[in-house]
């Protein structure tokens, strides 16, 4: 490692699938006294939007970052998330029974059917309870794409791609719209495994009224702004309310936002924790320093009408772009992803660590006794 200067800065390497809302509170949270760009062969700090290959964690030293953790498909893949969290509570309903108190902390997680092994005991549950809705959605896709209610579950696609999950129909609503809240959770070692969920978030609503009688409008189903900013049927078709406006709503409601976020917080640290294995497994598999690696998720949770959240998915390199009108939300949203990133970067310490080095060369060079 170059030996940190008044004259030598470190360098960040923005990699991946870019776009400048995804850098650009990065960027600005690096120090530029201290920092300046590099690339794929010569960094320091690696800000990568997708997946970087194995080498890049092969580099890493305690001193030298990658946004990622190998292994966090154990997350981030929905049937691997679903796999990952089944395999817990199955341990738990081993230890305990279905009584006891780990299986019922570990039940925040919809029924998942990945195709298409799963595919015989989806159509036993599906015949089984006839009145029960079910979601059709890809595996590994962003955005919302090609999610959509099941009609007519003897005709669900087979192939490897999809996956069947029991739709929760009677969500909590706004206004009588559907909505999930986006969670920040950032994961900075594995061993020791720390967590850390971020203060604000956003409840993200869908643009039409919830309407279960209506299974065929995404608007009315999906809250991803992706598919919402395509409904030219509404005024404002992106909404995201904060935290800091949602959790007095709920108060005013007569709900205890305490309580909510409680069982959020615990939702959060059994995920982790039941990811901690694959996360280890897959460490120990590709090398480099553990140190040197950390994972900021964007988790979506749904709340039902009982006020009971659920897990939607873990999604990897969050969006940082603003998706609201700035009426509608955006303002507060920038904010808030401007000083989450700027939050993560100072927690992490890019700053106070290569901030110390440059004062110790500073004074030995000025004592004379720098090589």
Request: with cysteine; charged share 25%; net charge negative.
């Amino acid at each position: 490692m170059r030996e940190a200067t008044p004259t030598t800065k470190r360098r960040y390497w923005l990699g991946g699938n870019r776009h400048d809302a995804q850098d650009r509170f990065f960027r600005e949270a690096l120090d530029p006294e201290l920092w300046e760009p590099g690339d794929e062969n010569a960094w320091d700090a690696c800000w990568f939007t997708g997946m970087p290959k194995p080498r890049a964690f092969e580099a890493l030293t305690a001193e030298k970052w990658v946004n990622h953790i190998p292994g966090n498909n154990a997350l981030t893949v929905k049937s691997r998330l679903a796999a990952t969290l089944a395999a817990v509570r199955e341990r738990m309903l081993a230890d305990e029974g279905p009584d006891g108190e780990g299986a019922e902390r570990m039940g925040f997680f919809p029924d998942t059917f990945a195709m298409p092994e799963a595919y015989h005991a989806f159509q036993a549950t599906a015949l089984a309870e006839p009145e029960a809705r079910w979601i059709l959605k890809p595996k590994n896709a962003s955005k919302g794409r090609h999610i959509r209610l099941v009609e007519d579950p003897a005709a669900v696609p087979t192939g490897r791609r999809w996956m069947v999950q029991r739709y929760l129909h009677e969500p909590h609503t706004i206004r009588g719209h559907k909505y999930v809240l986006r969670l920040y959770v950032l994961i900075t070692s594995v061993e020791p495994l720390r967590v850390y969920l971020y203060h604000e978030g956003f409840a993200k609503l869908a643009s039409e009224p919830y309407d279960l009688d209506d299974p065929t409008n995404i608007f009315s189903h999906l809250t991803n702004p992706d598919i919402n900013e395509t409904n030219t049927s509404v005024a404002a078709p992106v909404v995201f309310i904060p935290f800091a406006e949602y959790r007095p709503w709920l108060r005013e409601q007569g709900h205890d936002d305490g309580a909510l976020f409680d069982r959020i917080h615990d939702l959060v640290t059994l995920t982790a924790i039941a990811a901690r294995e694959p996360l280890r497994a897959r460490l120990a598999e590709v090398g480099g320093d553990s140190r040197g690696c950390y994972e900021l998720l964007g988790i979506d949770c749904l709340i039902d009408a009982r006020l009971k959240p659920w897990i939607m998915e873990c999604n990897l390199s969050p969006s940082l772009d603003v998706c609201a009108a700035p009426e509608d939300g955006g303002e507060v949203e920038y904010g808030i992803k401007r000083q989450l990133v700027h939050d993560m970067v100072a927690m992490l310490r890019f700053f106070d660590r290569m901030a110390a080095q440059y004062e110790t060369a500073k004074d030995a060079r000025r004592d004379g006794t720098a090589r």
